[in-house]
């Protein structure tokens, strides 16, 4: 079986997830939310695939329902040292 699906962000993956175990044998191809893709500091974040590849990968932090399990945010703190950086992101 061929499933096609539009998906982003800690629902979408979650589903993706769910509909993995309910098919395991189905061929799934996934369509994802780029609409919150943003560039920081010359690097191009793109938050909804992250959280789709990290939850079907089995890295997703399950409590917050995004990034990594372990991740640290020791760059953010740097930045915030020399006052760059957004304050919002992480």
Known sequence: MRIVVLAGGIGGARFLR????AVPDADITVIGNTGDDIHLFGLKVCPDLDTVM?????????????GRTDETFHLKEELAAYGVGPEWFG
Do not use: A, H, K, V
């Open 18 to 21: 769910g509909l993995q175990r």
């Open 54 to 66: 990290y939850t079907l990968g089995g890295g997703i932090n399950e409590e917050q329902g995004w």
